[in-house]
């Protein structure tokens, strides 16, 4: 496997299933999209199925992603070099191809309403390591979500992710309130996720949970309890379980009827050290039927996430400027800590690496 | 005091008072600015005092300067930490901030309408050092200015400001006359200022000064003896003295009934090696209550003031693509090379080294 | 001959005619062109000659292409610092400038209705290097054409121009046909050019073709002989002669009457190692006097080389991602390969090299 081109110290995991699209975003024409470093094009070729190739035409370099589909191949539109779903030189006028060196072919699956990409050891590729999504399969969910290209290191993204204190500040007007920072969180990890939750009882519903009150038909102005549990998993995604129930009956384990609630969903995917690909969305189970409902709540939460992205390009930019500086680590960013170190072990995993625990401290000093 | 992020060969004094903004600019939210290569947030505190400080989060590097301002204290606006104004961590939600390092402070102070700042080493900032500035507090002076961005080193804005030859070239449809560039120049240096100055007798007043004549309730039409005396002080303003008397009047000495007299009042503020902040103006001693004059004042200066940018960027952009030419020395050029002199001294004296003069002169060699 | 600023690693030969500009761009003002990695200032001096120097004033370094023409000398915008066509100082105001050390001057032609420029050692510079343009003098051709600033090796247009099979997928819609790619191409190479040439026998004549067969009063739906016959010379330009006969009538030997033909020239000249001017036209034999029919070809040949701009310039950014990717290099790139060869013993042999043919192997692998 030809990995020439991949820096040392990556920062993130290679042999994993990443976001590339949302599955309706590739459709007749090839499209190009740089995932963990490598430039890549998605085309989909025989009976719809989409497969990605390094976008770098074997000829003369040109990108496959500025040519078409044809029989189910990729042509290049320079001078029309060929090339099928695996990447192989199928054809090219006056020439045999036998020869010809192929184009690298990622692993792709569609799945959950995504197309996934596997950008490190192909033969390592296995459908079964994508981790289940009940709610993008079951009629008890509905689900709407979009994307968000982010200039800044995709870790950035997880921290914030994994400490919602900043909705105080950052989301003020929407879904922060005064007593997100003031209740207490609790970080633990488990094998294969860690999870950062916080209960604030008793408090009023924030704009967005009275929208989704009045959405879950309960009344809006009552006192509710309220949570937040956020799940992160390899190799990158947050699950955000939140929600409301109205107050005294029972806060996350009320009854459907007492509540309204939902998982923020984001997938972090990452583009280069300092961009990533940020696909959001939100799975209720509230009014599954109402689509109008769906793009409200999509409308509201992408202004909401769109005040994350200032703040966190800046940051990294501020990051950029100092790149030795200690940053602190409080009980807040326990979860964005721990999320590192399980990016790390599985960073250190595929390099053959022991994953020791000093090794791993060391390295999250630095982050 | 930690200098960790300077570059060894900085090109500017930093134990001096720097102009960062007009007063009037920092207003109720935080600004940023970068100074001398520092990256700084300016707000107003408790009694409206302005601090600055470093904009990097002590908690996890986002911009403070993208917070608020509350009780006096500036509160980052991603997780809520607040720092007073001396850059202390005063607070923040669920946190005890004790042991929390600070952000490193700025020394500043609001005078003559601007806010000054030095950013270098805090406990020898010494109010006393600042130069009195009589036409920002005399009633029997008007000033009126405004701001640029540019991207040129500081100091090839200096050698423009201390050779106004280039205004028979550059402004030539406003203070430029064939005589500017015809008259001799001379310059001298004392301890504390570098002045050049040039006299044109019985000549005819460019626009600019034929306004000004009439602005003064003088005729615009007469033949004039006009003047221009730079003086170049530390770190790095070019105070103007320019004007006009109607001819045989004596001048320079000329009585105020008989004359049209300003500064062209400059300072010049790095912010990295190749751009800097230019804080322009006009006072001027005749009348002083007419606020329209004032703006057209103003405005013109802008104009002309405008025309350098356009040369200065682009004198830059050559020196960057040829940074070891050497440059002519003439006699014009005399104002700008003893005012990097005076600069290259300071610094040395700063850093401890002596300023000798074939260091000096090496030096100098290679502006 | 100061050559400092030269990079080792050329990729151009410098000791060569390079069009600058079309004749008719520089009228009265000064202009500003980087030719060979060296930014250079054109400017009409005494009797309209056109003279090129260093674009950067002996005094500052300000660019002269600020400046302004007086006398036939070109004046510094700055300080008046004034050189005169050879690049030596000629005045400045209150200045002797016997000392003064002249503005290097590159040699300069205006011919053919193009400004040429020697970049290289100006003794060598000779105007019977210079390749005679038949069709630039006679009465019997019309030409027309244009300008393009395009972000790509200059190699990679040598490459694209000397392998029209891009056509039948790049111009798709207007010279591109399907018989293009399926018709053998013949490369050949002599003394001082490399010519690929490509027939193709009865044909349907594309768009273009049809539109110039109505321009010769010819029928534009009979079936045609076509061909292209690419021309590469040093240092950087190809001529190709194109056109289509009515079927049966000789092909590229028919008679004027039955066939509409003419010369696509293109002067490639070489920005910086990834940017390069491009100067194309199409000269006829058809027609010679209908300016409107000039107009409507410049329009569309205009439209068509925009279409291989973002190709190309893709393309660079693959290379400049991946620079270490070895190419195919097939019987259709053998015109750009043997180019290439020729541009490389140019360049050995300006620099003293053995162009054995070893060296070129091993060079020309690596394209």
Redesign the interface.
């Known amino acids: 496997m030809d990995l ?2 991949v820096p040392n110290d990556q920062t993130w995991p290679r042999n994993a299933w990443y976001v590339a699209f949302m599955a309706d975003e590739v459709v007749d024409r090839p499209l190009a999209r740089t995932i963990c470093g490598e ?1 890549m094009v998605f085309f989909r070729g025989q009976n719809g199925e989409v497969s990605a190739l390094d ?2 035409c ?6 496959l992603s ?2 078409f589909v044809r029989d189910g191949a990729l ?6 070099l060929a090339v099928d779903c695996r990447g192989k030189v199928s054809g090219m ?3 045999r191809v036998g020869g ?2 192929p184009a690298r072919r990622y692993p792709t699956m569609e799945r959950y309403g995504f197309i996934w990409v596997w950008p490190g050891n192909a033969e390592a590729a296995d459908a079964a390591l994508l981790r289940h999504l009940e709610w993008a399969e079951s009629p008890q969910w509905a689900y709407g979500g979009g994307y968000y290209h982010i200039d800044c290191d995709y870790r950035l993204m997880i ?1 914030n992710l994994m ?1 919602l ?2 909705e ?3 989301h003020a007007n929407s879904i922060g309130q005064k007593e997100i ?2 209740a ?1 969180v609790k970080t633990r990890a488990t094998e294969d996720e860690v999870v950062t939750s916080r209960f604030m009882d008793n408090v009023v519903a924030p704009p967005f949970w009275q929208m989704a009150l009045r959405g879950a038909g309960l009344p809006d102005q009552d006192r509710v309890d309220r949570w937040q549990i956020c799940r992160f998993g390899l190799p990158s995604h947050v699950m955000i379980e939140v929600g409301v129930a109205l107050q005294g009956h029972g806060g996350y384990d009320a009854d459907d009827t007492a509540k309204a609630s939902s998982i923020v969903v984001d997938f972090i995917t990452p583009e280069t050290e300092t961009s990533h690909h940020y696909f959001w969305g939100m799975a209720r189970r509230f009014a599954v039927d109402d689509a109008a409902l769906t793009d409200t709540i999509r409308e509201g939460q992408g202004k909401i996430f769109g005040e994350d992205l ?2 966190l390009e ?2 990294q ?3 950029s ?2 790149p ?2 200690k ?2 680590k ?4 326990a979860g964005g800590v721990r999320s590192r170190m399980m990016i790390e072990r599985a960073i250190m995993a595929e390099s053959g690496s022991v994953a020791s625990s000093d090794r791993a401290g060391l390295d999250m000093a630095a982050i």
Do not use: K, S, W
Not at 58 to 63: F, K, L, M, V
Not at 330 to 333: E, V
């Open positions: 020439g081109d430039r976008d770098f074997p000829h003369r370099g040109a990108p500025l040519g042509v290049c539109g320079y001078h029309g006028p006056g020439q010809f060196p921290d400490d204190t900043h105080t500040y950052v920072d003031e207490p200032e703040m800046r940051q930019a501020n990051l400027r100092h030795d500086r940053l602190l409080l009980n807040i960013d």
